[in-house]
């Protein structure tokens, strides 16, 4: 069981819904991090909060709206997504952004677009 | 060139082999070296981290790192069936900048350990 656990664990939406996926940590980590991974690729980086604020938005398009509402939590609200946003998200955490420890990841979602 | 490069795949070891799994990185300045295992349909799990020059062991894991050269590399002994993942080697930048908390993963080495 991995200690930063992400809901749903699955998700098929069509293209015209709104959705939210959910992450919740209880390590105390300062940083949460979204990540979009597509089969046979790496971690692809979207998002960095570090303290609840955005620190590190990496050209995601605006129908990906992140969300932090406290240390614990990070919200990742979608909204007329397209099929090629389908893909395994996964939600991350470490005690700090920028420090030496590593991150440590949820089991994701994995999300359908119709 | 890309940030971070492991050797191609797919890995294939018997099972009770040393797997050998390298990685090269372009920042001089990178602080924090990890490797991350990835089952199929699963999410990245850390297995190791290094931070200085040198090897690490733990268990049947091995990570060594090579600072002036911009290499490391992770040993797997005794492989098992179990093992066989892909491997995600991770490095973090040079502290400060407009990379602050960034990771950045390597393509990925498929291991297969087969009995």
């Known amino acids: 069981d991995t200690e930063v656990t992400q809901t749903p664990k699955h998700l098929v939406m069509g293209m015209t819904n709104k959705k939210s996926l959910k992450c919740e940590q209880h390590?105390?980590?300062?940083?949460m991090y979204w990540y979009k991974q597509k089969a046979k690729k790496p971690p692809e980086l979207m998002f960095v909060?570090?303290?609840?604020?955005?620190?590190i938005n990496e050209s995601v398009p605006s129908r990906f709206s992140p969300e932090c509402p406290n240390s614990s939590l990070l919200n990742l609200h979608l909204h007329a997504l397209q099929p090629e946003d389908s893909a395994l998200y996964l939600c991350?955490?470490?005690?700090?952004?920028?420090?030496?420890?590593?991150?440590?990841f949820g089991d994701g979602t994995r999300l359908s677009i119709l | 060139q890309k940030e971070v490069e492991q050797n191609s795949g797919p890995l294939s070891v018997p099972e009770g082999a040393i797997a050998s799994l390298n990685c090269t990185y372009s920042?001089?300045?990178?602080?924090?070296f990890f490797w991350y295992r990835q089952y199929s349909g699963k999410s990245p799990e850390l297995i190791m981290s290094?931070?200085?020059?040198g090897d690490k062991e733990d268990g049947r894991f091995t990570a060594q790192l090579n600072k002036a050269s911009q290499y490391v590399s992770l040993l797997i002994r005794d492989s098992q069936p179990s093992d066989s993942a892909t491997y995600l080697c991770?490095?973090?930048?040079?502290?400060?900048?407009?990379?602050?908390?960034?990771?950045?993963f390597g393509q990925g080495t498929i291991l297969t350990v087969h009995p």
């Open positions: 991350a955490s470490s005690p700090l952004a920028g420090s030496n420890q590593p991150q440590h």
């Open positions: 390590m105390g980590h300062r940083a």
């Open positions: 909060y570090s303290y609840e604020k955005l620190s």
């Open positions: 920042d001089r300045g990178s602080q924090s």
């Open positions: 290094i931070y200085s020059n």
């Open positions: 991770a490095v973090t930048p040079h502290a400060g900048g407009t990379s602050y908390g960034k990771l950045t």
